[in-house]
């Protein structure tokens, strides 16, 4: 644990009680309703239907996928792809998903006429399949851990909605793949074959080596809906092994903090733990994304509350309940001990930002003074957040489940607030009945939903990818807004 700037008193236990909630008093308050109100806006649906038309151009069946979008430098407001098979190849297909199920479930919310609805319906559905027929293929992958991430966020929603039984099977393909990398000595599933993209000492050689990473908690997902499917109880067996050893591998207890109204242990994560195979034992821990093994990277953070939260639903252990509500608490308190420097003093004289988290909670200010943030880290978070509310509150634990959404709804209304791009869109209809997405300022273009994502700030890395927009923060925040249709919370 580091860079805590603050101390407010002392809780009962004796251990010190740092940082108090700033949240409204009703879910969604006034002042977040403005800023709430932009995830169900029509910028959002023109900018995921304008990017996956004009990505098909040359790349259709598609092999390259959305990426980032650089805010500076060549290709400014433009996405730069990646290959088919890396790890973020699922999030675009799962937006569109995301934003057809809102067409299908919550028709309302678009404010629509019934003819262009069902245009826009077949237009997400039409570009769904496009972008997530490819990714049926990865499913027997055997050197990757991120196979959850690769299909739950699409395949999923093609089973649940259209009862696409070809999607069921490539999930329970994909987890029974993803088992393959499960060791019974560790207790856990191999997340790297090799870290090599490093200035640090490569670390090579299977046999001699086994990396886990915090990531792969939200890769659990896959391997416990599978089992649900298949009655393969195998898969869900190796899933809770992972997250029970990751506990002990990957969280820091932080028992010298606490936050007012909770009394459970707050946690901190690290990044990357090296296993030696043969014994289980740990060899190394370190970072590859974070800004050192000892510090707490953000997005690590939101990866662990969201596992762990999900992990939950599944097992009902509330092992993973309590680690979970720990993860959020650290997480919430070093939003709120941030130096002031991350506050930003809005036109109606009030501040945000202080919920838009840092890339890593302990990396010093740049030497620019722009603080460099994260929103993948926040609106993972809010995710993992969001589904604790429900847990706790149908637990009858009501107040502890209204404190994790409203700290979640905060997270992503400050979002909004601090980095939602400019640079908005629209929905056109075509003299042929098509919809499509414009630019609202023709030439002002920025594809990505949201600004300031990091994807990786380490000074030892061979590239440092830091501000820009990121498919994975347009997706959390696209699934936060369908997640609150879900619940009638919007």
């Keep these: 644990m580091g860079g805590l700037h603050a101390i407010t008193d002392v809780c009962a236990s004796g251990t010190v009680s740092v940082g108090?909630?700033?949240?409204?008093?009703?879910?969604?308050?006034?002042?977040?309703?403005?800023?709430?109100?932009?995830?169900?806006?029509?910028?959002?649906?023109?900018?995921?239907?304008?990017?996956?038309?004009?990505?098909?151009?040359?790349?259709?069946?598609?092999?390259?996928?959305?990426?980032?979008?650089?805010?500076?430098?060549?290709?400014?407001?433009?996405?730069?792809?990646?290959?088919?098979?890396?790890?973020?190849?699922?999030?675009?297909?799962?937006?569109?998903y995301s934003l057809l199920e809102r067409a299908i479930k919550h028709p309302a919310q678009f404010r629509i006429k019934d003819a262009e609805l069902q245009s826009l319906r077949s237009t997400l559905k039409n570009l769904g399949e496009t972008w997530s027929d490819p990714i049926h293929g990865e499913s027997r992958l055997t050197n990757t851990h991120d196979l959850g991430f690769i299909m739950m966020t699409h395949m999923k929603p093609r089973w649940e909605l259209f009862h696409d039984q070809k999607a069921l099977s490539t999930i329970i393909t994909a987890a029974n793949s993803l088992y393959t990398r499960y060791s019974s000595t560790i207790g856990a599933i191999r997340c790297w074959d090799e870290l090599v993209?490093?200035?640090?000492?490569?670390?090579?050689?299977?046999?001699?080596?086994?990396?886990?990473?915090?990531?792969?908690?939200?890769?659990?997902?896959?391997?416990?809906?599978?089992?649900?499917?298949?009655?393969?109880?195998?898969?869900?067996?190796?899933?809770k092994h992972h997250a029970h050893t990751l506990i002990r591998t990957h969280l820091r207890e932080e028992p010298t903090v606490c936050r007012p109204g909770f009394s459970g242990m707050l946690?901190?994560?690290?990044?990357?733990?090296?296993?030696?195979?043969?014994?289980?034992?740990?060899?190394?821990?370190?970072?590859?994304?974070?800004?050192?093994?000892?510090?707490?990277?953000?997005?690590?953070?939101?990866?662990?509350?969201?596992?762990?939260?999900?992990?939950?639903?599944?097992?009902?252990?509330?092992?993973?309940?309590?680690?979970?509500?720990?993860?959020?608490?650290?997480?919430?308190?070093?939003?709120?001990?941030?130096?002031?420097?991350?506050?930003?003093?809005?036109?109606?004289?009030t501040t945000s930002g202080r919920y838009v988290p840092m890339w890593d909670f302990d990396a010093p200010m740049d030497s620019d003074g722009i603080p460099l943030r994260d929103t993948s880290a926040g609106t993972a978070a809010a995710n993992?957040?969001?589904?604790?509310?429900?847990?706790?509150?149908?637990?009858?634990?009501?107040?502890?489940?209204?404190?994790?959404?409203?700290?979640?709804?905060?997270?992503?209304?400050?979002?909004?607030?601090?980095?939602?791009?400019?640079?908005?869109?629209?929905?056109?209809?075509?003299g042929d009945g098509d919809i499509i997405g414009l630019d609202e300022l023709e030439g002002s273009t920025f594809e990505a939903v949201l600004k300031n994502a990091t994807v990786s700030n380490n000074a030892l890395g061979y590239a440092q990818i830091a501000d820009h927009g990121?498919?994975?923060?347009?997706?959390?925040?696209?699934?936060?807004?369908?997640q609150l249709l879900r619940l009638g919370l919007a």
């Design 20 to 96: 108090k909630i700033r949240l409204q008093s009703d879910p969604v308050g006034a002042r977040q309703k403005e800023s709430l109100d932009e995830l169900f806006s029509e910028n959002i649906t023109a900018k995921i239907i304008r990017t996956a038309q004009k990505h098909l151009l040359h790349n259709n069946p598609p092999s390259q996928y959305p990426h980032i979008v650089p805010q500076t430098g060549q290709d400014v407001g433009q996405y730069v792809s990646k290959g088919i098979d890396f790890w973020t190849c699922g999030f675009f297909p799962g937006s569109i």
């Design 197 to 239: 993209w490093t200035n640090a000492p490569h670390i090579r050689g299977m046999d001699e080596n086994f990396i886990v990473i915090i990531d792969s908690l939200c890769n659990l997902d896959l391997l416990f809906y599978a089992a649900a499917h298949s009655g393969s109880s195998h898969l869900s067996d190796a899933a």
């Design 267 to 349: 946690y901190s994560t690290g990044h990357v733990v090296n296993f030696c195979p043969e014994t289980g034992c740990i060899k190394e821990k370190r970072t590859a994304q974070g800004f050192d093994a000892k510090s707490t990277w953000s997005r690590g953070q939101a990866w662990a509350i969201l596992g762990y939260a999900q992990t939950y639903t599944w097992t009902k252990d509330e092992t993973f309940l309590h680690v979970a509500c720990g993860l959020a608490e650290y997480f919430l308190l070093r939003l709120e001990m941030a130096p002031s420097y991350v506050e930003i003093h809005t036109a109606d004289g």
């Design 384 to 430: 993992g957040m969001l589904i604790l509310s429900q847990a706790l509150a149908r637990l009858g634990r009501y107040d502890m489940g209204k404190r994790y959404l409203k700290a979640a709804l905060t997270i992503i209304e400050e979002t909004i607030s601090c980095s939602l791009a400019s640079e908005r869109a629209k929905l056109v209809v075509t």
């Design 470 to 482: 990121l498919v994975y923060a347009d997706y959390y925040l696209i699934e936060f807004g369908t």
